[in-house]
């Protein structure tokens, strides 16, 4: 996994030494299940979503620069219907909520998938509710495709998603803008 940078972000692998600042916002209520997984309830049930992290390696860490401290996770997956697409997800810390992180995360990760890794479709996808993630997606300039069901098998729940889509042509159209 490349290790990719912002102006106040170090997007790289999760390591070992991840495992207090990961649990120190994974463990606060409402986080999580922004992103359709439980808050986590002990060190030990971190320990085992961090280690799928470090061998899956498609989930960044973002690491803030100012302190080096973890402050949350950006993955880009396979999606399971579409084997040349990917779709992105990520979540942050409550703390830096607000703050334009998150934005400056996904501006990054969208170019590196379209000029180093030549992807042609990205998708990404919010719960209904979650107005923040929409901001983020619509600033990115992801386009709108469908609202549709998703379910968390973490929380045994489905949630109503709206869905986007964005193409390597439309991101190269607007990228100068």
Request: charged letters at 30%; aromatic letters at 12%; hydrophobic letters at 35%.
């Amino acid at each position: 996994m490349k290790t990719l940078e912002t102006k106040r972000l170090l997007l790289r692998a999760f390591k070992p030494s991840d495992l207090e600042d990961f649990h120190a916002y994974a463990k606060i209520p409402g986080v999580g299940e922004k992103a359709g997984w439980l808050h986590h309830k002990s060190l030990a049930e971190t320990q085992t979503v961090l280690d799928a992290f470090m061998k899956q390696n498609e989930v960044y860490a973002l690491e803030l620069k100012e302190n080096n401290r973890v402050i949350g996770s950006l993955g880009i997956h396979q999606r399971s219907d579409d084997t040349v697409s990917k779709e992105i997800g990520y979540v942050l810390s409550k703390t830096y909520w607000g703050q334009g992180f998150m934005t400056e995360a996904v501006k990054r990760v969208v170019a590196h998938c379209f000029e180093d890794l030549e992807q042609e479709k990205l998708y990404c996808g919010h719960f209904v509710e979650n107005k923040a993630s929409k901001r983020i997606i619509e600033k990115v300039g992801f386009t709108f495709l469908t609202t549709r069901k998703y379910y968390s098998k973490n929380m045994d729940q489905h949630f109503d998603e709206c869905y986007y889509v964005l193409s390597k042509a439309d991101y190269n159209s607007t990228k100068n803008v």
